[in-house]
């Protein structure tokens, strides 16, 4: 049993072009990876859970959505800065990253947010939809 997406993505990418064999590149994944974890999935993924499952919008919800907002826009700030002078997110070819970081920016919209001010990470989503075995998300 291995519970955590980080340490399955990693362990699926063993062997593959999408686990770099250089230390410092592999060092570069990780960061990206925990970035989505503590900054992406906490942020991005709750309005549209709130919107899919119907759930009230109480003064403390309301507020704690404005926080979400804030906080998620910074980190789609960081993707889009990076995204504009990179075309992925370690190296010169995707990785275990652009994969890990995909999924919470292409639903988003989905939350409420609008991806209309990050073109570089726009240009980045339609690349990634492009590899080879790609399957859309749910």
């Not at 699926?12 to 060092?27: C, G, Q, S, V």
């Not at 988003?108 to 209309?116: N, Q």
Request: proline share 9%; hydrophobic share 40%.
């Amino acid at each position: 049993m291995l519970p955590e997406s980080g340490a399955i993505l990693s362990y699926l990418a063993e062997d593959t072009p999408y686990l770099p064999e250089e230390k410092l590149e592999r060092a570069q994944v990780l960061r990206w990876m925990f970035f989505e974890q503590y900054s992406l999935l906490l942020n991005l993924s709750r309005p549209r859970l709130w919107r899919m499952w119907g759930i009230e919008m109480t003064t403390q919800r309301k507020v704690e959505l404005e926080q979400l907002f804030e906080q998620g826009y910074m980190a789609l700030g960081v993707m889009e800065r990076h995204l504009g002078e990179h075309e992925v997110f370690v190296g010169e070819r995707p990785t275990v990253a652009d994969v890990a970081l995909y999924v919470y920016p292409c639903l988003c919209p989905e939350g409420g947010y609008d991806l209309g001010g990050f073109p570089a990470l726009g240009a980045w989503l339609e690349r990634i939809a492009t590899l080879p075995g790609y399957v859309p998300p749910p």
